[in-house]
């Protein structure tokens, strides 16, 4: 028992989300965090061996934190009897290499199904039962509807959580935590097991109805069409408020999904109060409930899941879809943040994080499988690390006042145009530059920027593959870039390199950090 012993005292400077002006910001040791994160691939985590030779390598990748799963079945694999072995050895690599943590519970639930359960769950069907299709087979899913099976998992979570405060309670390693993983009911829309077939007939929970009054003008527009249809009924049971058929089968599930996980969330909390998130693996459009895993936190059914779980801090989606500025846009409505714990690990990555940090005041950007990257295929999102780390006070100064703003530049996509103080900018990929070298390349790899107002007529851009022009917002005006300099951040001061005012920045016109090259200019 290397740490937990005796619990130690902790501080008032815990992790923590506060919401800044128009945007949220994670305050680490009180101060603006920005999570540049990779995720672990799911089995890596559990052998402290295996991480060995991935934590160097992850170091060069300018990395500031790694999201890691914890594994119930590991971490009580007797019932009651827990090992703490590989959280602790987590820290302490993690420390090591003066990095944070994310931690994943891997539960009840991990896609769906509940394969990290332990085998004294899995193997005890009529203590913990499981969800059953419309057909009554029951399927690798701990049903929600069950007590017991909440039981044991909120047992396992605060345990986990004790933990922490004891162990991390003063050094704050791990700043956020996970709370299951990719929830989804499948292959039906709702279970049908004796349980859940109860709790459909049963009246919509009170917090619920409650929820749908007060935000009646704020409800995502897909979900209050399914509510308005039925008449915006305030009693009643599920069919009665949202009709019968699919959508009513995952708005109910939903609601027992997220109520469950509300429960270990909040007692997690109880015992050490980190933020906490939960994540989507997100539906395909057209697909019906049932197909995709249903019933997560996704964009249609996050008023189901924001009424009944105010424990959980962040709805967030995981991107294996190529549709980015669509969902980002869906899940930071009503002031969800974006927290992306989970990114597809492929060209173009790095241009996303710019665009993410400073279109969406994101807090948390990570490609997933982390480890499995070479030199070649991490570069990138190392570059992006690299310069995002080096603007990060400056970001958390800015971002509260609305001075930041980000943009993603694809082959096919218009220009990017957004205002910042007296100046309407413009961002184009930079092989739109006729006279660029990649403007003849069949692809382009995605370029991204953002840009911080530090001063009415002094900027900051990072980020790659962009030209930036400008243009004052006064009628009748022109404006030019009186000078240019790239340079780095060296102990949070600017330190110049290069005078780029010949053709690096177009004699005055532009801005420009060409295709594949990443620069503060
Ligand atoms: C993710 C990861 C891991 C339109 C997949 C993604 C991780 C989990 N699931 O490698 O399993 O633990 O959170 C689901 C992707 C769905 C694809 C939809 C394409």
């Known amino acids: 028992l290397a740490f937990g012993a005796r619990a130690q005292p902790v501080d008032g400077s815990l992790p923590r989300l506060v919401k800044t002006g128009p945007s949220t910001q994670l305050l680490v040791d009180g101060k603006p965090y920005f999570v540049l994160g990779g995720e672990l691939g799911n089995s890596a985590a559990s052998s402290t061996a295996y991480m060995q030779p991935v934590w160097p390598k992850l170091k060069a990748l300018h990395l500031n934190t790694v999201i890691a799963p914890v594994y119930w079945e590991l971490m009580e694999p007797q019932e ?11 820290l302490r690599d993690a420390r090591r290499h003066q990095m944070k943590l994310v931690l ?12 990290y359960a332990p085998a004294w769950v899995k193997t005890d069907l009529k203590r913990f039962p499981r969800v059953e299709d419309d057909k009554g087979v029951p399927q690798e899913i701990m049903t929600p509807f069950e007590p017991r099976n909440l039981e044991a998992d909120k047992k396992a979570f605060v345990q986990l959580l004790q933990h922490l405060r004891a ?14 993983n990719e929830i989804g009911m499948l292959p039906t829309a709702r279970s049908y097991d004796a349980r859940a077939n109860a709790a459909f007939k049963q009246p919509v929970p009170a917090p619920l109805l409650t929820y749908l009054q007060r935000e009646k003008k704020s409800l995502k527009p897909e979900f209050a069409a399914i509510w308005q249809r039925q008449g915006a009924k305030t009693k009643g049971t599920w069919e009665d408020v949202f009709g019968k058929g699919l959508a009513t089968d995952e708005i109910f599930m939903a609601w027992h999904f997220a109520a469950y996980t509300n429960a270990i969330a909040a007692a997690g909390k109880a015992a050490y109060p980190l933020p906490m998130y939960v994540n989507a693996a997100l539906n395909r459009p057209g697909w019906l ?43 930071t409505r009503g002031g969800n943040p974006l927290f992306i714990p989970e990114i597809r690990f492929e060209d173009g990555v790095a241009a996303k994080a710019f665009y993410a940090f400073g279109h969406y005041n994101c807090l948390a950007f990570s490609p997933f499988a982390i480890e499995g990257s070479d030199t070649l295929k991490g570069a990138p999102i190392g570059k992006a690390y690299e310069l995002l780390q080096q603007m990060s006070p400056l970001l958390g100064r800015h971002q509260p006042k609305g001075q930041v703003q980000g943009f993603l530049l694809q082959k096919d996509s218009a220009a990017s145009v957004f205002t910042l103080g007296d100046y309407r900018f413009t961002a184009r990929h ?3 530059l006729g006279w660029s070298l990649g403007a003849k390349k069949p692809d382009w790899t995605p370029g991204g920027g953002l840009v911080v107002a530090v001063a ?15 243009e004052p917002t006064a009628a009748g005006k022109r404006a030019g870039y009186l000078s240019v300099d790239e340079g780095v951040f060296e102990g949070g001061k600017w330190v110049p390199g290069r005078r780029m005012n010949g053709d690096q920045d177009h004699q ?4 420009r950090v060409p295709g594949d090259e990443y620069s503060i200019q």
């Open 456 to 470: 009415p007529d002094e900027f900051y851009v990072v980020g790659t593959g962009l030209v930036l022009t400008a």
């Open 508 to 511: 005055g016109r532009h801005v």
């Open 104 to 115: 994943l519970w891997f539960g009840s639930w991990k896609n769906s199904m509940s394969c």
């Open 430 to 432: 930079e092989y739109t």
């Open 80 to 90: 009651g009897k827990f090992d703490f072995t590989l959280v602790d050895d987590l």
């Open 289 to 331: 409930p049932g197909r995709y895993p249903s019933a997560g936190p996704l964009p249609h059914v996050m008023d189901v899941w924001l009424a009944a779980s105010p424990a959980i801090d962040i709805l967030a989606p995981d991107f294996y879809n190529p549709d980015f500025k669509h969902w980002c846009d869906l899940y």
């Open 167 to 180: 162990a991390d309670g003063q050094q704050h390693t791990v700043v956020t935590v996970q709370v299951e």
